[in-house]
């Protein structure tokens, strides 16, 4: 059974910094990616960034809202992969949540942060930016 299980979200001042993790666990593929998404009260689901666990390659698009301040990681023997988040602003306030795909090298380009792609999720962790 796959499971997911984030943490590290909390209340932080705008500028400051977090680091989300998201434990994986119980894959039988080798190709499978983790992605990171967002869903702020009364917006969609939003995607973040994911990445490849097998060979720790990204998605190259990330939305222009996180762009240059989210980094998305890996650490293969721990089975975790992280989101580093720095320059906080309120708007990033949100759920985040990670999710789970096989095939993550077959997708099609437009899937990889597409939320209805993924197959497995997380319960989320919350995460609030004070100005």
């Known amino acids: 059974e796959v499971q997911l299980v984030e943490s590290g979200g909390g209340l932080v001042q705008a500028g400051g910094s977090l680091r989300l993790s998201c434990a994986a666990s119980?894959?039988?593929?080798?190709?499978?990616?983790i992605g990171w998404f967002r869903q702020a009260p009364g917006k969609e689901r939003e995607g973040v960034s994911c990445i490849s666990v097998s060979d720790g390659s990204t998605y190259a698009h990330a939305p222009d809202s996180v762009k240059g301040r989210f980094t998305i990681t890996s650490d293969n023997a721990k089975n975790t992969v992280y989101l580093q988040m720095n320059s906080l602003k309120p708007e990033d306030t949100a759920v985040y949540y990670c999710?789970?795909?096989?095939?993550?090298?077959?997708?099609?380009?437009?899937?990889?942060?597409?939320?209805?792609?993924?197959?497995?999720w997380g319960q989320g962790t919350q995460v609030t930016v004070s100005s």
């Open positions: 999710a789970a795909i096989g095939g993550f090298h077959s997708l099609l380009y437009s899937d990889y942060l597409r939320p209805d792609a993924y197959d497995y």
């Open positions: 119980g894959f039988t593929s080798d190709d499978y990616g």
